[in-house]
């Protein structure tokens, strides 16, 4: 006997109550006839059949057609994803304003949560774990210690918070980009090359240090591009008309103008180790192909955590190399590009007639 689709299998609401996608959540609720309940699209309780299924608008909607709220998901109250990110936040603060990384256990009991509970909730929400946040954190506020000029490089580690030089050197390196102490000079005698040319989407500049290309920008202005380098380096040598280096940087022009040439070459990147996780899954997207901000956050291992691969895509500083460009919202549109929609855009349609 044939099976007949009915119109709730057609409706694109349907699919995101089978797929429980918190971000329908308040876009609409849908109601089971045989149970007389109407529930948010997360809800986690049994999934009806599609002939038993309506869909309103609002709660009130529902309720005037005579269904009762669920007492599972509670549509007209928070819903668990949105009190465990408000728990998620709640500790991230907690860790950022204390002085040693909180112990996991004392840090979950404060939130209300069992240890691997909130472990588990804390790492979907941000990619990383509690003890990976407190690192991180850790790192940013070295950065913020570095720049003062009152303050050694000792002094520093130990107002960040590491117990230990050692723990610090450990990866200094890989988020800073160089030594501490450089770092605090800004980048002094640090050698960068860099040259800026023009492309279909304006201005571009490349800059490449000894470990590889830790910059490649796009703008309206060349200028503006330069002096954005020189206030991320404010002291580093930085060498330009340099004409092997120029070719390097013909070599990326020529792939943005054909995107089927390929990208080759090493990367100087810097950032936290969940940045780095992202930066990794966007490198392995072919061209011609987008993904959603969702999947990302799927291939990294972190489903919950969107905002933060969101994010993420935002502080890449290596255009095109990391191509965060061909990462869009779940309904396909464009998001936001550091370097704006239209070249994002433009890059992308480059890259469909691959």
């Known amino acids: 006997m044939e099976q007949v689709t009915t119109s709730v299998e057609l409706d694109p609401r349907w699919q995101t109550v089978l797929t429980r996608d918190t971000d329908a959540d308040g876009s609409f609720v849908y109601a089971v006839k045989t149970t007389g309940v109407y529930c948010r699209p997360s809800c986690p309780s049994r999934r009806a059949k599609p002939r038993n299924v309506v869909f309103f608008k609002t709660e009130d909607e529902a309720e005037k057609a005579g269904f009762r709220e669920c007492l599972r998901c509670h549509p007209r109250g928070q819903s668990s994803t949105d009190l465990n990110n408000e728990v998620v936040v709640a500790a991230c603060r907690l860790i950022e304003q204390s002085d040693q990384q909180p112990n996991l256990d004392d840090l979950a009991k404060s939130m209300g949560f069992s240890a691997s509970h909130f472990h588990r909730e804390f790492k979907a929400a941000t990619g990383l774990t509690p003890k990976a946040y407190g690192a991180a954190n850790r790192m940013e506020k070295m950065r913020r210690e570095l720049v003062k000029s009152e303050t050694s490089v000792t002094s520093a580690i130990f107002e960040a918070g590491f117990n230990a030089n050692s723990r610090f050197y450990e990866n200094s390196n890989d988020a800073l980009g160089m030594t501490p102490t450089t770092f605090r000079k800004g980048g002094k005698d640090t050698e960068i090359h860099f040259a800026v040319g023009q492309c279909s989407l304006g201005a571009i500049l490349v800059a490449k240090s000894k470990k590889g290309i830790c910059a490649i ?116 549109s464009l998001s936001g590009y550091r370097w704006g929609v239209e070249r994002k855009r433009s890059l992308l349609k480059a890259e469909a007639l691959v």
């Open 217 to 332: 920008t796009l703008g309206d202005d060349a200028e503006r591009l330069v002096h954005d380098l020189q206030d991320r380096f404010p002291k580093a040598n930085l060498i330009g008309a340099d004409k092997q280096f120029e070719a390097l940087v013909a070599d990326v022009v020529g792939f943005v103008e054909a995107p089927k040439l390929g990208l080759n070459m090493p990367l100087d990147i810097q950032g936290t180790a969940f940045q780095q996780r992202v930066w990794q899954a966007l490198r392995e997207i072919p061209a011609g192909e987008t993904v959603t901000y969702r999947d990302v956050a799927e291939r990294i291992g972190a489903p919950k955590a969107v905002r933060a691969v969101a994010q993420a895509c935002a502080a890449n500083k290596i255009a095109i190399a990391i191509p965060c460009h061909r990462v869009v919202r779940s309904d396909g």
